[in-house]
């Protein structure tokens, strides 16, 4: 049980990381990238999923 939540724990963590690239490499103001870091920061799972529908392209 706990290799699988540790499994999970660390797909969340690559995906957060590369939304977190994602949204280096976007066009958005400095601003907007603070507050999309933010989000998926602290809200790692559910910040993904807004990131995901609803956050900046890449470039």
């Known amino acids: ?13 690559a995906l957060d990381i590369w939304a977190i690239v994602s949204v280096l490499q976007s066009g ?19 910040g993904f999923i807004i990131w995901l529908v609803a956050g900046p392209k890449g470039a």
């Open 1 to 13: 049980m706990d290799f699988v939540s540790g499994l999970g724990g660390l797909l969340i963590l």
């Open 28 to 46: 958005v103001p400095a601003l907007n990238k603070v507050l999309w870091i933010l989000l998926i920061l602290v809200l790692p799972l559910i």
